[in-house]
């Protein structure tokens, strides 16, 4: 798959609370959660954010709570995929089990500005930054989590799981 | 093998695991709350079975916004509460229902040697028992139901050894905001803390709780305490069904060791906007406060009001602040009922709430506006996280949150205990 979009750059340690205020999670229909994205840190997100755009981000993007409302508000803002250098545990496995891509790659973060144009292929973790004319490689994602991805997402996966079981 | 890694190992079907592999790990116990239920209930839907694994292996528990603050929430409880009966899920209705990781240990539903997955990332509050306890999303959580279990990829473990005794006014709370203040909130990103040494041994159970809640501060996907007298003392009155203690191996691989002498810490307070932005108190400075929060998953149990009400007793909360004290169950609610502690929070000028998360997460009693400044026993000071953007949030134990209501602003409780 092919991803094409403007770089939205933050700092270190952007935490669930930025992402999607507790005040919002009255909710959980992933529209209304978007409307709401990235309010704590970026007040012109939502205004700004076009389908396909990046958001990248230094270390321990997604830290704090478990609220899989985080990850919903960005992919349904219309991101198409995260880079940071490491991402929080819990916010990582969400963002994985509903399908919204995440790399990691130092070089990409070290290198690329905000506003920057990115072409990624995720499958072989290549990113392109067209606006510098540079070329990075993403961390591969061990094989289970490639696997978890190739199948769709978690719910996808535990389908086929179950299904299997029975047979 | 260390701790976390021989219970991961006794819930698998293998007999050793090691840091960084991938496995298929059976739970004990699976928590979703009235924030992160809905959506799993949603995905569980998805996935086409009719039935959770084990009605008897998964509970809810309304307790962000109850008693509901909105239709939204009111909406989003519903949906609970209707899955709840309709599975026969374990439910604790408004009434009987605590803050989550305050209420499944006094139940006895969470125990050493178990691993408990919960939507919730305070989850791992449950490791002051011994137990593997960690947090996760909703869909992870609705794919647990599904199958009784969860991929996992095997953490390695940092050890902690906090060598000597206590301070006055010093506990649990103040020796992981000084954990996180070294480590930083990534410190232990992956990793699960293993707290030992002799200060952890004073410690009771309530403070370990606090110790074990604030792991996931520092990234960890949990913390855990090994099993003493203490804990089999807490967990004789309240389990009822087998559990098994384990032990680390003499020869276990620690990722990290980290000591600390502890002996001469202060109360610490962590300043905006980051758990790890910590101080000693008499450190702070000048800060005037509005209001103060004494309760949450970190520090909402008998022991942090007996604390709260040791410096309260006999003492008037300043006139300009708010103090607010939750009790974190409804029996630590009527525990310090009779204790006579609420007839000293009532007469020092505070209010007392029913259980909730409420303010901790800015959903509702005691939300900040522009400006404001809460001086909080809770777990996190993000950027807006109790209102306003504009508002600011210090972490500190129930000691020197209640000294700071009488003070007005943020002191040591020797300023205002002479």
Redesign the interface.
């Known amino acids: 798959m092919l991803l094409k979009g403007k770089v939205h750059k933050y700092g270190a ?1 952007v ?1 669930t ?2 992402i999607i ?3 919002y ?4 229909e992933p529209a209304e959660l978007a409307k709401h994205c990235m309010e ?2 970026d007040k012109d997100f939502v205004s700004t954010v076009k389908p396909g755009d990046i958001i990248m981000a230094i ?2 993007f997604g ?7 985080a ?2 508000a960005i992919k349904a803002a219309g991101v198409s995929c995260i880079i940071a250098k ?1 991402f ?3 916010f990582f ?2 963002a994985i ?2 399908g919204l891509p995440l790399l990691e790659c130092d070089e990409a973060v070290d290198k690329t500005k905000a506003g920057d144009i990115l072409e990624i292929e995720l499958a072989s973790g290549k990113i392109k930054n067209l606006t510098g004319g540079m070329v990075f490689t993403a961390k591969p994602y ?1 094989d ?1 989590m490639a696997e ?1 991805i190739a199948a769709g ?3 996808e ?3 086929s ?2 299904v299997s079981r029975r047979i | 093998m260390t701790l976390a890694e021989k219970i991961l190992a006794s819930h698998t079907d293998k007999k050793k695991v090691s840091p960084g592999e991938f496995v298929t790990v059976r739970v004990d116990l699976i928590l979703a709350n009235d924030v992160t239920a809905p959506i799993a209930i949603k995905e569980f839907q998805r996935i086409g079975v009719d039935k959770v694994f084990d009605p008897k292996k998964v509970v809810m528990v309304p307790d962000h916004f109850v008693p509901n603050k909105d239709i939204a929430s009111a909406e989003q409880a519903k949906l609970m509460r209707d899955f709840c009966y309709e599975q026969g899920i374990i439910y604790f209705e408004v009434g009987q229902m605590g803050i989550e990781h305050v209420l499944l240990p006094e139940q006895g539903l969470v125990l050493p040697g178990d691993v408990v997955i919960g939507a919730d990332s305070h989850t791992c509050t449950y490791g002051a028992l011994g137990t593997f306890a960690t947090g996760m999303g909703s869909t992870d959580i609705a794919a647990a139901m599904a199958t009784g279990d969860v991929w996992m990829k095997v953490p390695p473990t940092i050890k902690l050894v906090y060598h000597g005794g206590l301070g006055k006014w010093v506990g649990g709370k103040d020796l992981i905001l000084y954990t996180i203040g070294d480590i930083g909130v990534d410190g232990a990103l992956y990793s699960v803390m293993e707290f030992t040494g002799e200060a952890i041994d004073s410690l009771s159970i309530d403070g370990r709780f606090t110790i074990a809640n604030m792991a996931i501060e520092a990234g960890a996907k949990a913390g855990i305490f090994r099993v003493d007298n203490k804990t089999q003392l807490y967990i004789k009155s309240r389990a009822k069904r087998p559990y098994r203690v384990y032990e680390p191996d003499s020869d276990a691989e620690y990722a990290q060791i980290i000591d600390y002498d502890v002996s001469n810490i202060e109360p610490q307070v962590a300043l905006p906007h980051s758990p790890a932005n910590t101080k000693p108190v008499s450190q702070v400075g000048d800060i005037e406060i509005n209001q103060t929060v004494i309760g949450s998953c970190t520090n909402g149990r008998l022991e942090d009001l007996r604390l709260a009400a040791r410096i309260l007793k006999r003492r008037k909360v300043h006139p300009r602040v708010r103090c607010i004290i939750i009790p974190g169950s409804q029996q630590v609610y009527l525990d310090a009922l009779t204790e006579g502690l609420i007839e000293i929070f009532i007469k020092a000028g505070a209010v007392v709430s029913t259980p909730t998360c409420g303010p901790c997460l800015g959903g509702h009693m005691g939300v900040l506006a522009d400006g404001e400044r809460c001086i909080s026993t809770t777990n996190r000071n993000f950027v807006g996280r109790m209102g306003s953007l504009e508002s600011e949030v210090y972490l500190s134990n129930p000691t020197v949150a209640a000294a700071s209501a009488i003070a007005g602003r943020i002191v040591s409780p020797e300023e205002v205990v002479t």
């Not at chain 1, 830290?63 to 409302?69: I, L």
């Open positions: 340690d935490n609370d930025a205020p507790a005040r999670l009255n909710v959980s704590g840190i270390t321990n830290c704090g709570s478990s609220r899989e409302h990850p919903l490491t929080a545990r819990i496995r969400n089990n509903i061990p289970f978890l997402g978690l719910i996966y535990t389908k799981r179950l």
